[in-house]
């Protein structure tokens, strides 16, 4: 899998920063770049490691900024799975509010928005303090910069989180419910409702569905695209290829 190189990196520091009152990984390596342990995100937020490693593996972009890191634990040296902070809001931003638990959901948004910074701080060499006026104003004009840059950039993250926020348990039941009609529709239109070929165009129906709105799963198609992901699944046919087959198919099944 592209991006996950097991012990390609070696670590070279490593601290552990406390996060709204969880404690998290974060370790630069020779690379130059900083990782975070995805566990502890995962233990600050109530998740299923395991579950969200399969998923980190799994994703096309996200796949790019994970690997593994041999660090040092009391049963000896051990590969830790860790992300590429640049890639942290990214993996933030896809986790599904419904799938975790209610006290943690309302720390969610404090990580998408937050952790990234306070995990790159922690590599951050100290500065010498300024002693001359001159220096100071440097410094203070120095931070009103800093912080104005830093306002735009949360803005735009904020920005870029409701874009890919994705769907409310009710739109994604709605979505299925349009889904088992379209297909159920199709049959009837085209098929004379034989159950042969459902299973398939269900399968096609989903492939559309992530090609179109570039998604893995329909589970993920932003809540701005909810509106359109309907209007899609309402229009949608299947291409004249899959007909082609599938009658084919439902030939051969009721001559067989």
Known sequence: MEGFQMGALQPVDQKTVDFMGAELLAVKADDENIYVGVSWICEGL???ARRQ???LQAHMTLSKGVATLPLPSRGGVQEAFVINIDFLPLWLASINP???NEVARDKLLEYQLKAK???AEAFLQKQKVPTSPTEMAKLSLQAIVEQGERIDGLE????ELKEKQPLHPAQAKAIQKEVNGRVRSVL???FEGSKLVRTKLFRSLNVDIHKAFDVPNRGMIPTKKYEAAVQFIR?????SVTKYQLRLELGEGETG
């Open 235 to 239: 229009s949608w046919q299947p291409d």
């Open 156 to 159: 735009c993250e904020v920005m």
């Open 46 to 48: 109530g998740m299923d």
């Open 117 to 119: 910074d306070v995990l």
């Open 98 to 100: 419904a799938l975790i």
């Open 188 to 190: 009837n239109e085209h």
């Open 53 to 55: 490693r399969e998923k």
